[in-house]
């Protein structure tokens, strides 16, 4: 509770009292203590559940009125993979605010998991991601395909081939993404596909320390072919000639809610650029 209010700027007894409060409203307690400490219950989670949805509403409106006072301005709330980070996403941005100078951004950067989970609570508006998301909750728009590579120390007897197959590497011990990364869930699909079971040695965050640790020797990795002065100095990237070795890059943003105009012409300007389709 004081780790709460501290948060929100106000004192521990003006955020009980404001609790129990709404407690009193609906009629029913909303947390369980549990060890000392409050824990939602399930009449907490609904509650938590509607109020999301309240304040998605509610950012929803105040964007609709600020784009019809002004329709050149406004605020895109956009997900992104950290893969994307140092060059995609700046370079769409730069390129969309060169017609649209006022509308602002704000950036979140997680695995694809965690966006689409964003992405079904209000939280950010439009997302690039890759894979395409299971869920159908989802719209969808291919912008381009990244073929997929393994990722081999450049004294590797694999670094000299023109294109390899998973199976050829299962002697080798291997560097991966965590789940949820979207980029994990495809490498997860390529062995299953192949029968095979890698030797987990190290699970990491990003994409350029598991190119650090193949390169330092500790193994090799399945990573998206990386642009020419993007390649990690000791590394060989050689294509994978498996069924599905290709990551998708997407734009997601959710069915059913309507956008703000200005996420609309977000929307609208990378759809224009894409090479895909649905």
Same mark, same amino acid.
Request: glycine share 8%; net charge negative; charged share 25%.
């Given at each position: 509770?004081?780790?709460?209010?501290?948060?929100?700027?106000?004192?521990?007894?003006?955020?009980?009292?404001?609790?129990?409060?709404? $407690?009193?409203?609906?009629?029913?307690?909303l947390?369980?203590?549990?060890?000392?400490?409050?824990?939602?219950?399930?009449?907490?989670? #609904?509650?938590? +559940?509607?109020?999301?949805?309240?304040?998605?509403?509610?950012?929803?409106?105040?964007?609709?009125?600020?784009?019809?006072?002004?329709?050149e301005?406004?605020?895109?709330?956009?997900?992104?993979?950290?893969?994307?980070?140092?060059?995609?996403?700046?370079?769409?941005?730069?390129?969309?605010?060169?017609?649209?100078?006022q509308?602002?951004?704000?950036l979140?950067?997680?695995?694809?998991?965690?966006?689409?989970?964003?992405?079904?609570?209000?939280?950010?508006?439009?997302?690039? #991601?890759?894979?395409?998301?299971?869920?159908? $909750?989802?719209?969808?728009? +291919?912008?381009?395909?990244?073929?997929?590579?393994?990722?081999?120390?450049?004294?590797?007897?694999?670094?000299?081939?023109?294109?390899?197959?998973?199976?050829?590497?299962?002697?080798?011990?291997?560097?991966?993404?965590?789940?949820?990364?979207?980029?994990?869930?495809?490498?997860? $699909?390529?062995?299953?596909?192949?029968?095979?079971?890698?030797? #987990?040695?190290?699970?990491? #965050?990003?994409?350029?320390?598991?190119?650090?640790?193949?390169?330092?020797?500790?193994?090799?990795?399945?990573?998206?072919?990386?642009?020419?002065?993007?390649?990690? $100095?000791?590394?060989?990237?050689?294509?994978?000639?498996?069924?599905?070795?290709?990551?998708?890059?997407?734009?997601?943003?959710?069915?059913?809610?309507?956008?703000?105009?200005?996420?609309a012409?977000?929307?609208?300007?990378?759809?224009?650029?894409?090479?895909?389709?649905?």
């Amino acid at each position: 509770m004081r780790d709460a209010a501290d948060d929100l700027h106000i004192s521990q007894p003006t955020l009980s009292r404001a609790l129990a409060r709404i $407690e009193r409203q609906v009629g029913v307690p909303l947390f369980d203590r549990v060890n000392h400490r409050l824990q939602l219950n399930d009449y907490g989670r #609904i509650m938590l +559940e509607h109020t999301r949805r309240s304040l998605t509403e509610l950012h929803s409106a105040s964007e609709r009125i600020a784009a019809l006072r002004n329709p050149e301005s406004g605020t895109v709330r956009l997900g992104f993979l950290h893969s994307l980070a140092s060059w995609f996403v700046p370079e769409i941005i730069r390129v969309f605010r060169e017609s649209a100078p006022q509308v602002n951004f704000a950036l979140d950067q997680a695995p694809s998991g965690d966006i689409e989970a964003m992405l079904a609570r209000g939280e950010i508006d439009v997302a690039v #991601i890759g894979p395409r998301p299971a869920a159908d $909750e989802f719209d969808w728009y +291919e912008l381009y395909v990244e073929r997929l590579c393994l990722a081999v120390p450049e004294s590797h007897p694999l670094a000299g081939h023109a294109t390899i197959r998973v199976a050829d590497a299962l002697d080798d011990a291997f560097v991966m993404l965590r789940k949820p990364f979207g980029l994990r869930r495809l490498t997860d $699909e390529l062995f299953a596909a192949a029968g095979v079971v890698p030797r #987990i040695v190290f699970e990491t #965050i990003e994409i350029p320390t598991i190119e650090g640790l193949v390169a330092a020797g500790f193994g090799v990795a399945v990573v998206p072919s990386p642009r020419p002065t993007k390649e990690t $100095e000791g590394v060989r990237y050689v294509p994978l000639d498996d069924v599905g070795a290709f990551r998708p890059i997407g734009l997601a943003w959710p069915v059913g809610r309507e956008p703000s105009p200005v996420v609309a012409r977000f929307i609208a300007f990378l759809v224009s650029r894409g090479q895909g389709g649905n």
